[in-house]
């Protein structure tokens, strides 16, 4: 059912889009249609990262499906970010941090738990990625709102470039150790036979074209969706806080929402986890660094500063989400309490 619906969206969103942009339609109606679009884009793109995680396991698919999932929003980050919107896409960072450990894990989280009473997931993945949470949003994101008081503003966009390259050269190490020296050390019991079960929606080619193609088009569409949001912002009394937290972090992860869930659904812990805490480091520690140092190449630049309650709501979810997942477990009321602590960072963010 769900299919049919991104597949409707998609077959008259994608059309509709480029009309609409041509006739030039009203920019609130664009909005929601860009958004829509972007929405059912990413649902393909999470169906074809599934048929890939079938064939290559649990790791390396909810890898895929974190990558480009995110590659939706470093795309209209980028736009962003050539539009001069910084503090849209400093929001949409905070947005996916919040949105993919609280949102996306809550709802794998609360939907699995409705069918299964206890759900595992490896333990020592859990473990090994609270202390890179720790140090990607607390250390590499408070640090420079901290040493910043006391610096110029040159002085800051350089303390922010190093922490990106410290980053980035991190985040390629984790992989390293993941998926080159360890894989396989710390596997969960039944991790390298559950894919093996079920046959791939689409075959390997198929869903790397798909890939391609919704890559494509969503850069597209996202550059004329950038155009929209300030128009929108006003007309609503919205912030760019709240639209950059809330509107283009869901539109922008809505591949992650689908897949993480679908896969809690079919009890694949190891896949949703992955999907959901994978994706936070991978905005951490990749797309954050990515867009701080493509910055650089546009009139204005973006050091790595968070306002703070953007920095309290990131840190707040990171403990929270560590708590609840290093034992290895979930249920549907550990997933109901990451849920309600978005909705009351989301009310926060909106009234702010």
Same mark, same amino acid.
């Given at each position: 059912?769900?299919?049919?619906? !991104?597949?409707? *969206?998609?077959?008259?969103? /994608?059309?509709?889009?480029?009309?609409?942009?041509?006739?030039?339609?009203?920019?609130?109606?664009?909005?929601?249609?860009?958004?829509?679009?972007?929405?059912?884009?990413?649902?393909?793109?999470?169906?074809?990262?599934?048929?890939?995680?079938?064939?290559?396991?649990?790791?390396?698919?909810?890898?895929?499906?974190?990558?480009?999932?995110?590659?939706?929003?470093? $795309?209209?980050?980028? !736009?962003?970010?050539?539009?001069?919107?910084?503090? #849209?896409?400093?929001?949409?960072?905070?947005?996916? =941090?919040?949105?993919?450990?609280?949102?996306?894990?809550? !709802? &794998?989280?609360?939907?699995?738990?409705?069918?299964?009473?206890?759900?595992?997931?490896?333990?020592?993945?859990?473990?090994?990625?609270?202390?890179?949470?720790?140090?990607?949003?607390?250390?590499?994101?408070?640090?420079?709102?901290?040493?910043?008081?006391?610096?110029?503003?040159?002085?800051?966009?350089?303390?922010?470039?190093?922490? &990106?390259?410290?980053?980035?050269?991190?985040?390629?190490?984790?992989?390293?150790? +993941?998926? /080159?020296?360890?894989?396989?050390?710390?596997?969960?019991?039944?991790?390298?036979?559950?894919?093996?079960?079920?046959?791939?929606?689409?075959?390997?080619?198929?869903?790397? %074209?798909?890939?391609?193609? &919704?890559?494509?088009?969503?850069?597209?569409?996202?550059?004329?969706? =950038?155009?929209?949001?300030e128009y929108v912002?006003?007309?609503?009394?919205?912030?760019?806080?709240?639209?950059?937290?809330?509107?283009?972090?869901?539109?922008?992860?809505?591949?992650?929402?689908?897949?993480?869930?679908? *896969?809690?659904? +079919?009890?694949?812990?190891?896949? %949703? #986890?992955?999907?959901?805490?994978?994706?936070?480091?991978?905005?951490?520690?990749?797309?954050?660094?990515?867009?701080?140092?493509?910055?650089?190449?546009?009139?204005?630049?973006?050091?790595?500063l968070f306002s703070?309650?953007?920095?309290?709501?990131?840190?707040?979810?990171?403990?929270l989400m560590i708590? $609840?997942?290093?034992?290895?477990?979930?249920?549907?009321?550990?997933?109901?309490?990451?849920?309600? %602590?978005?909705?009351?960072?989301?009310?926060?963010?909106?009234?702010?």
């Amino acid at each position: 059912m769900t299919n049919k619906i !991104f597949t409707l *969206m998609l077959i008259f969103g /994608v059309p509709l889009s480029i009309i609409g942009a041509y006739l030039h339609w009203s920019r609130i109606l664009m909005f929601i249609l860009y958004c829509l679009t972007i929405i059912a884009l990413a649902g393909f793109m999470g169906r074809a990262t599934e048929s890939l995680a079938i064939v290559a396991g649990p790791r390396i698919g909810g890898l895929l499906n974190a990558t480009f999932g995110n590659a939706v929003e470093l $795309i209209i980050s980028i !736009f962003a970010l050539k539009a001069g919107l910084v503090g #849209v896409v400093l929001a949409s960072i905070t947005g996916s =941090v919040l949105g993919n450990l609280l949102l996306v894990a809550g !709802f &794998s989280f609360f939907m699995g738990g409705l069918k299964y009473k206890r759900q595992e997931f490896n333990v020592y993945d859990a473990r090994n990625n609270s202390g890179l949470l720790i140090f990607a949003v607390i250390v590499a994101f408070v640090i420079p709102e901290v040493f910043s008081i006391n610096m110029k503003s040159t002085e800051t966009l350089t303390l922010s470039v190093g922490i &990106s390259f410290i980053l980035i050269f991190l985040y390629l190490a984790a992989l390293f150790f +993941k998926l /080159v020296t360890h894989r396989g050390v710390y596997q969960h019991e039944d991790e390298s036979e559950g894919h093996l079960e079920e046959e791939p929606e689409w075959g390997k080619g198929k869903a790397i %074209a798909i890939l391609a193609i &919704s890559t494509v088009v969503v850069a597209y569409i996202s550059e004329h969706l =950038v155009h929209t949001i300030e128009y929108v912002a006003t007309s609503f009394g919205w912030t760019e806080l709240f639209i950059g937290v809330i509107i283009i972090a869901i539109v922008g992860n809505a591949a992650e929402h689908a897949s993480a869930v679908l *896969m809690a659904y +079919k009890n694949k812990m190891d896949i %949703a #986890v992955e999907i959901a805490i994978g994706s936070t480091l991978q905005v951490a520690m990749f797309v954050a660094p990515v867009l701080v140092l493509a910055s650089l190449f546009f009139p204005t630049s973006m050091p790595l500063l968070f306002s703070w309650p953007e920095l309290t709501a990131m840190v707040s979810s990171v403990f929270l989400m560590i708590i $609840i997942s290093n034992d290895g477990e979930s249920n549907w009321f550990e997933g109901l309490t990451l849920i309600a %602590a978005y909705f009351i960072m989301g009310l926060g963010f909106f009234l702010l």
